[in-house]
């Protein structure tokens, strides 16, 4: 099974903050005493003057970027994904439906902020983000994307929630990597079924296909790391040439990747479903990422049980 | 305060404009079925102000990117908005009596996006000093000498974010930002001091650090005056705390709370524009 290096995700993003802020003066970034965590703290050094902490106020963090974008700025407000989920009403009433440049960035999302437990926690979030209108939702798969894909959200008019780990994580690309917001991309084709991931599922889900391989099962996968505009066009064509999908996703089944993909196959184009995540209950604390993955559901094992599953319901 | 810049004529004329804004308002919202009556009567003065002395705007430009500001943050008192809008060739009057319908450009509470010249949307309380202050730092960043304003409900001052907008302004010294607080003491579910108190309001402002002026809100001598003084102020943001009367100027509204959104019928609408109109 392969193994995959990691690399320091959080300082990788704050350093594509901070690069491309030197290329336009219009971005600034705000923080909720969370900067070093963040790691907004490039930025700041850089940028005092465009660098905004705003304390524990999460609520009035939204609203600041949402009146910098009036005033012409591309904000980037970042803090724990976790404590956006406070803000929800800020971002769908002065974001979302006022249309505001905000570019919303939850760290620490997921089960990735292990140590710290259900409190910070995020498993709801790209529920609640794509269920409002004008939202795009972006959820990267390694560092390189993450590095890739800061440049892309500020060039992109309109609000992005770009979900962030709190951990490095394993590094899938190389610097030829190619990103497009709201383009899938096939990183393993295969004939038999289709595994659909984003985030840290992705680098697990290349291992299940590995380990899928030996019994005869020919996986192919899709790093899905825009939910929100999601590529229906490629998830119709990834169901009609292998009539089966995976979906994998550190996030509630609930709401997010799996009941995307799944909206649009039950519509257009019905074949089996799996979906990988954390079932309908809080995680606990423990002493790594990787270990509570594997406990609540995420677990490489789990993706290649959810494979087989949907291949048996294929066959049936 | 200076007086010199505001002689009994202009008082006169913004007076007269905020006594056409009140029928208006009251005329929309007894033709809709809908609307908060006693909160947008409340803001006349200082709208009328506002908007036909105050800002500089260009009505034909709505986005000129140096433009000052306004954001209702109560966003209910938008019967008093929309006129005022009108009035200033934002949009034809007549576009006024399709206020809520499907097709109007005019939504319960102002849209940015629907309406020209709204600087914000607006409706849901507490979010008007937090943005007004981000409007601010991006003036600061570009180099513009755009003012925002900002007008808070007492009600809404109970929401928490609001404060937080309050420390960041102080924080950050935005001398740009001028709140105004209609401070008319009711809200949905009765008085202020009854629902949850806010007293002492004034002290609450000065201790975050904001340049307090107090002023009756009703008197456009002191609305004009205290503008002026806010404007001029270099140390930070300043709040106009401007006492007022819900439902100002109707006799069988002033000061109540069932007037927060309720609709005159056409008799009271007719008793109200002859109390209002005597003034005009």
């Given at each position: 099974?392969?193994?995959?290096?990691?690399?320091?995700?959080?300082?990788?993003f704050?350093?594509?903050l901070?690069?491309?802020?030197?290329?336009?003066?219009?971005v600034v970034a705000l923080t909720a005493?969370v900067?070093?965590?963040v790691?907004t703290?490039?930025?700041?050094?850089?940028?005092?003057?465009?660098?905004f902490?705003v304390?524990?106020a999460e609520q009035g963090m939204i609203d600041t970027a949402v009146g910098l974008a009036?005033?012409?700025m591309t904000p980037f407000a970042a803090t724990f994904a976790a404590m956006l989920l406070r803000t929800i009403e800020q971002i769908r009433t002065c974001v979302a439906y006022a249309q505001t440049n905000v570019k919303i960035v939850g760290a620490y999302a997921?089960?990735?902020?292990?140590?710290?437990?259900?409190?910070?926690?995020s498993?709801s979030d790209v529920a609640m983000m794509r269920s409002l209108p004008n939202m795009t939702v972006i959820v990267p798969?390694?560092?390189?994307?993450v590095?890739?894909m800061v440049?892309l959200i500020a060039?992109h008019?309109g609000i992005v929630y770009f979900r962030m780990?709190?951990?490095?994580?394993?590094?899938?690309?190389?610097?030829?990597?190619?990103?497009?917001i709201?383009?899938?991309?096939?990183?393993?084709?295969?004939?038999?079924?289709?595994?659909?991931?984003?985030?840290?599922?992705?680098?697990?889900?290349?291992?299940?296909?590995?380990?899928?391989?030996?019994?005869?099962?020919?996986?192919?996968?899709?790093?899905?790391?825009t939910v929100k505009?999601?590529?229906?066009?490629?998830?119709?064509?990834?169901?009609?040439?292998?009539?089966?999908?995976?979906?994998?996703?550190?996030?509630?089944?609930?709401?997010?990747?799996?009941?995307?993909?799944?909206?649009?196959?039950?519509?257009?184009?019905?074949?089996?479903?799996?979906?990988?995540?954390?079932?309908?209950?809080?995680?606990?604390?423990?002493?790594?990422?990787?270990?509570?993955?594997?406990?609540?559901?995420?677990?490489?094992?789990?993706?290649?049980?959810?494979?087989?599953?949907?291949?048996?319901?294929?066959?049936? | 305060?200076?007086?010199?810049?505001?002689?009994?004529?202009?008082?006169?004329?913004?007076?007269?404009?905020?006594?056409?804004?009140?029928?208006?308002?009251?005329?929309?919202?007894?033709?809709?079925?809908?609307?908060?009556?006693?909160?947008?009567?409340?803001?006349?003065?200082?709208?009328?102000?506002?908007?036909?002395?105050?800002?500089?705007?260009?009505?034909?430009?709505?986005?000129?990117?140096?433009?000052?500001?306004?954001?209702?943050?109560?966003?209910?008192?938008?019967?008093?908005?929309?006129?005022?809008?009108?009035?200033?060739?934002?949009?034809?009057?007549?576009?006024?009596?399709?206020?809520?319908?499907?097709?109007?450009?005019?939504?319960?509470?102002?849209?940015?996006?629907?309406?020209?010249?709204?600087?914000?949307?607006?409706?849901?309380?507490?979010?008007?000093?937090s943005i007004?202050?981000g409007?601010?730092?991006?003036?600061?960043?570009?180099?513009?000498?755009?003012?925002?304003?900002?007008?808070?409900?007492?009600?809404?001052?109970?929401?928490?974010?609001?404060?937080?907008?309050?420390?960041?302004?102080?924080?950050?010294?935005?001398?740009?930002?001028?709140?105004?607080?209609?401070?008319?003491?009711?809200?949905?579910?009765?008085?202020?001091?009854?629902?949850?108190?806010?007293?002492?309001?004034?002290?609450?402002?000065?201790?975050?650090?904001?340049?307090?002026?107090?002023?009756?809100?009703?008197?456009?001598?002191?609305?004009?005056?205290?503008?002026?003084?806010?404007?001029?102020?270099?140390?930070?943001?300043?709040?106009?705390?401007?006492?007022?009367?819900?439902?100002?100027?109707?006799?069988?509204?002033?000061?109540?709370?069932?007037?927060?959104?309720?609709?005159?019928?056409?008799?009271?609408?007719?008793?109200?524009?002859?109390?209002?109109?005597?003034?005009?």
């Open positions: 099974m392969s193994t995959f290096k990691t690399e320091p995700t959080r300082k990788i704050g350093e594509a901070a690069e491309y802020g030197a290329i336009d003066k219009r005493d900067s070093s965590s790691v703290t490039i930025f700041a050094a850089k940028f005092p003057e465009r660098f902490n304390g524990i009036l005033g012409g997921g089960l990735s902020d292990f140590k710290d437990g259900p409190t910070h926690n498993i798969a390694d560092s390189t994307e590095r890739k440049p060039q008019g780990s709190r951990n490095d994580m394993p590094s899938i690309f190389d610097n030829s990597h190619s990103v497009k709201g383009k899938g991309i096939t990183v393993l084709d295969g004939s038999d079924i289709t595994i659909i991931a984003n985030g840290h599922m992705l680098s697990r889900s290349i291992q299940a296909a590995e380990k899928l391989k030996t019994k005869g099962i020919s996986v192919r996968i899709i790093n899905m790391h505009p999601l590529d229906t066009a490629l998830i119709k064509k990834c169901a009609k040439e292998t009539g089966a999908i995976v979906t994998a996703e550190e996030h509630s089944v609930l709401g997010g990747l799996g009941s995307a993909v799944a909206e649009v196959l039950s519509r257009e184009y019905p074949v089996p479903v799996e979906m990988v995540g954390i079932a309908d209950t809080f995680a606990r604390t423990g002493p790594n990422h990787e270990s509570l993955l594997d406990k609540y559901g995420m677990s490489v094992a789990d993706i290649t049980r959810a494979a087989q599953k949907v291949l048996k319901r294929k066959s049936d | 305060m200076a007086t010199h810049k505001h002689p009994l004529e202009l008082q006169e004329e913004l007076n007269k404009i905020a006594q056409e804004l009140r029928i208006e308002a009251l005329a929309m919202i007894h033709r809709r079925g809908q609307g908060h009556p006693g909160g947008a009567l409340s803001a006349a003065e200082i709208v009328a102000a506002l908007y036909f002395h105050q800002m500089r705007i260009r009505p034909k430009e709505p986005n000129w990117e140096n433009r000052d500001r306004f954001i209702l943050s109560k966003g209910h008192a938008s019967a008093i908005l929309y006129p005022a809008l009108a009035k200033r060739g934002y949009f034809p009057e007549a576009d006024i009596k399709d206020w809520g319908q499907i097709a109007s450009h005019l939504q319960g509470h102002p849209d940015k996006n629907k309406t020209p010249g709204v600087d914000m949307s607006a409706g849901c309380l507490g979010h008007g000093i007004g202050a409007l601010g730092l991006a003036a600061r960043i570009s180099g513009l000498d755009f003012k925002t304003y900002v007008m808070v409900g007492d009600g809404e001052c109970q929401a928490g974010v609001i404060w937080e907008g309050v420390m960041l302004a102080a924080k950050y010294k935005i001398c740009n930002l001028i709140t105004i607080l209609d401070y008319n003491k009711v809200q949905l579910d009765g008085t202020v001091e009854e629902v949850m108190p806010m007293e002492p309001m004034k002290a609450k402002w000065a201790s975050f650090n904001w340049n307090v002026i107090e002023i009756d809100g009703h008197d456009m001598k002191q609305v004009l005056a205290s503008l002026d003084e806010a404007c001029s102020c270099k140390e930070g943001p300043s709040v106009i705390i401007a006492h007022t009367v819900k439902g100002k100027g109707v006799s069988y509204m002033e000061g109540k709370a069932e007037w927060h959104y309720r609709v005159p019928t056409t008799d009271e609408l007719k008793l109200a524009v002859e109390e209002l109109d005597v003034n005009v």
